[in-house]
């Protein structure tokens, strides 16, 4: 059984705009290393925004939704 009502996203703050894709991976904990990110990226683990995304150092901007592994996060910008 396949519960969807359970999907939380959680909101994640960055600091500079635009980040590679894989730093959020690793810094989120959602994987273990850098490493792995660009791995479960290249084997097309990972969506953004709704689309499978292969590229490891894809630029992501505040606004972008990031889902994997069921986790899904939106991505904000830090005021200054």
């Known amino acids: 059984m396949n ?3 359970n999907d939380t996203t959680r909101e ?8 590679e894709l894989y730093k ?5 904990g959602m994987v273990p290393s850098g490493g792995e990110a ?10 953004v925004n709704g689309q499978l995304e292969t590229q ?4 992501i901007m505040a606004g972008d939704i990031i889902e994997f592994n ?7 910008k830090q005021e200054k």
């Open 3 to 5: 519960d969807k009502s």
């Open 24 to 28: 959020i991976l690793k810094f989120e």
């Open 56 to 59: 490891k150092r894809k630029k």
């Open 12 to 19: 994640v703050e960055i600091i500079q705009e635009p980040t």
């Open 38 to 47: 660009k791995l479960v990226i290249a084997n097309g683990l990972v969506s």
């Open 70 to 76: 069921d986790e899904k996060i939106i991505i904000t």
